[in-house]
């Protein structure tokens, strides 16, 4: 058998019949029975462990060495899927998620992601699908109004925007428009000087992007935060930063500031650090993947404010706006130096339209060359849902989150240890206030743990300024009030078992 | 009203009522509702033009400039979908569609997708889904079988491999593997002498990807092919580019070898390269992303011959294994270099299994931080069609492109350019032998615009060795012999036409 040996060449080819591997009805027909596996999914989702309970190396032995010569019925692979790959899946989806920041979907995205699928246009330029092209330009508008940008980074304006995978690749590609801006006045020979900044708390897929880009480790500054601004970056450190560098002869490329970061929620002041940027004729890029989302309310829109001084901005609508991954918004005051660092123009995809220089090559603006119609989902979400309730999801989490908090400070056990501004709060338990540092870090690791190993909730961690904190993310779309409470239940529980063990 | 001067803020929150974005009754009723929608399309999928034949700017004039304030009803959406954005698709999925190198799909791969949007897991590491980093494990090791590749390149043997978005993506990591390996011994000093080579066939995004790395442009070296060995470069003329580049003082890096260019699918020869490429110690790198998925048959996969000897190998099966964009393998021999040059490790990330290092977490293999769970596409491809469905697919496809070789062949005012290997044709209209090549060129530029406007074919061309082709790419997944046959007619009455004309 092919199956055992993968020796698959000694099958005559002859005896394989008639393949329509896109039959129209054989389609409809697992199409059809594969939304009512997934409603399903969703709507038993609850009685799955959150967090997945399986050993590494779990898969392995369960699957066979080889992929199968003959055909497997459909019924089969979906079976397998209920019984092999459900119990090694952490349940993003579950109510019970708060870990990390949620993944958060919608039906109206889930329709458009298939839509985008069926298709399956390669956009890499206009002419191979204008409307992958042109719609993704109008969605990428709809959402800068709703953020109340500038002109200067909207097609409407001055500027314009791009749907990325993730905030790692927009952050890649501005830098390189970046860098090679630097590089044409001071000269390739001092490409070992390009300095770049963040803070201690920017993403860490920002040293990454940098170090692909070829800017040295030893010129990636991170600027240091303290617990006294929030662990938010100061723009005089900055300055000094710059200034410092400048005195030694390098040559200060790009910032990345963060509205909303991945520990802590913290808020970078704009403002101030564009005024910083701007005194150095440094590049300035604003991270808010997270929190973006929250500034379609106008009570979140000030932490937007500077940002009409930026260069360019990303945001993640998979992250808060109801997206499926991937979809990452990069929006751009100057398209032309995107353009210029990443545009490439093989004889292959030479057509009139593109040379005419009447639209946009989205392939221009990214990384890669092929590229999906992720924009059908945006607009299907902006569509199906409108402003009012996309704002309204966004109020609601953030009033769980709230609740949450009151929860934390009800009880005299826990603390709270950084103001909550969005939908995530960072706390520990901290029964004897002044103890060892070292004994809660350890008390805090094992609730984690604790409640983890139940499967009924899954939150994470993080340490900042030196303390270990747990991450309680509300945001999963089925979250509820009731998830919530019951999670804060678990929660004091774990931390009844473990006081009483002490 | 909001949706005019996107003024949303004047509405009362309160306004708004219960919101639940992913109730599974509406999810399953909107979802039943796109699959008869994509299922009919596909069915009627030849009624529409396979090129759009809208203008620059078609789908501005018809959307509103801002997202709706108020939801809208689906119905609606989708008779949008069906009035303004099919006009505007190039409809890669028509058995029509001949241009670029095609993106196969299948029912398996599509219901594989929908499980994977459905699960909407954001695998970065091991722990937040060991099902995505572990099925992807096998399915990689499934397909390098199916390869035949050596154990070197397999997760059972000392290697493994990484599902990317896209080949410059592969291409990217690895060479920044090589680079920072080479970093590490020449010192970061010597950045500015790190030399990479391709040929002018490789694909435009190599030296993108090269650009990206912080590899100077004029340390892209483009060795130059001829009609004489069918556009595939020459051992020799790398050998002794390499040689005056350690004679200059140059750091020789990476090499690109491909199988299967996109102009003319050319062959680079992976043995005679893989000697020089280890006798300099330079990465050696083979794109595939097109012809590799030949190569799980007998009969093709001679042309991977000397891959033992390369470092890493990448393959696209969204274009030739029905597995839907965006889905490119990436093999290499060292996962540690890999992971040394893109790893991060952040607080909030930390996790049991990955410091046990028991673990494979899959963003440090890759440029971002989150990923999606695209094995369950290739695993549905594979389990729904097994080995032997794969093959003969492939088989088909060359097989009609045979046909239509034929049929050039069969006019004399026709003319083969290149020896067609896979499933491309490179052709052109010549009725006039020795003729002015200008003239020639003129002739076939209109006969692709004759035949591509009449929207029941699309084709596109290229230029290779200062010649215009016309490119016949078969393999779209709804091609059958019947659509070849008339794509034919329909060249040979363009020629007509314009022949007449002159």
Known sequence: ?????????????????????????????????????????????????????????????????????????????????????????????????????????????????????????????????????????????????????????????????????????????????????ALEIVGVKNFNK???????????????????????????????????????????????????????????????????????TAIDPLSSLADVANDYGVWFHVDAAYAGSACICPEFRHYLDGIERADSLSLSPHKWLLSYLDCCCLWVKSPSLLVKALSTDPEYLKNQPSESKSVVDYKDWQVGTGRRFKALRLWFVMRSYGVANLQSHIRTDVQMAKMFEGFVKSDPRFEILVPRVFSLVCFRLNPISGSDPTGTEALNRKLLDWVNSTGRVYMTHTKVGGIYMLRFAVGATLTEKRHVSSAWKLIKEGADVLLKED
């Open 194 to 264: 390009l300095v770049v900044y963040g803070s201690d708390q920017t993403h860490s897929t920002y040293a990454k992007a940098c170090k692909l880009a070829g800017i040295l480790p030893c010129n990636i500054r991170s600027i240091p935060t303290t617990a006294d601004s929030n662990f938010s970056v100061s723009p005089l450190l900055l300055r000094r930063a710059i200034e410092a560098d400048k005195a030694a002869g390098m040559v200060p490329l790009y910032i990345c500031a963060t509205v909303g970061t991945t520990s802590t």
């Open 1 to 181: 058998m092919g199956s055992l040996d993968s020796n698959y060449d000694t099958e005559s080819p002859a005896s394989v019949g008639q393949f329509n591997p896109l039959d129209p009805e054989e389609f409809r027909k697992q199409a059809h029975c594969i939304v009512d596996f997934i409603a399903d999914y969703y709507k038993n989702i609850e009685s799955y462990p959150v967090l997945s309970q399986v050993d590494p190396g779990y898969l392995h032995s369960r699957l066979p060495k080889n992929a199968p010569y003959r055909s497997e019925p459909f019924e089969s692979i979906l079976k397998d899927v209920q019984k092999d790959i459900i119990p090694g899946m952490t349940h993003w989806m579950s109510p019970n998620f708060f870990a990390y920041f949620p993944a958060t979907v919608s039906s109206a995205a889930f329709v458009g992601e298939m839509l985008c699928t069926c298709f399956n246009s390669v956009g890499f330029n206009w002419l191979a699908s204008p409307a992958a092209t042109e719609l993704e330009m109008v969605v990428i508008d709809w959402l800068a109004n709703m953020l109340k940008l500038p002109k200067s980074f909207m097609f409407s304006g001055t500027g314009g925007g791009v749907l990325q995978g993730t905030t790692s690749e927009a952050i890649l590609c501005t830098l390189i428009a970046a860098r090679d801006r």
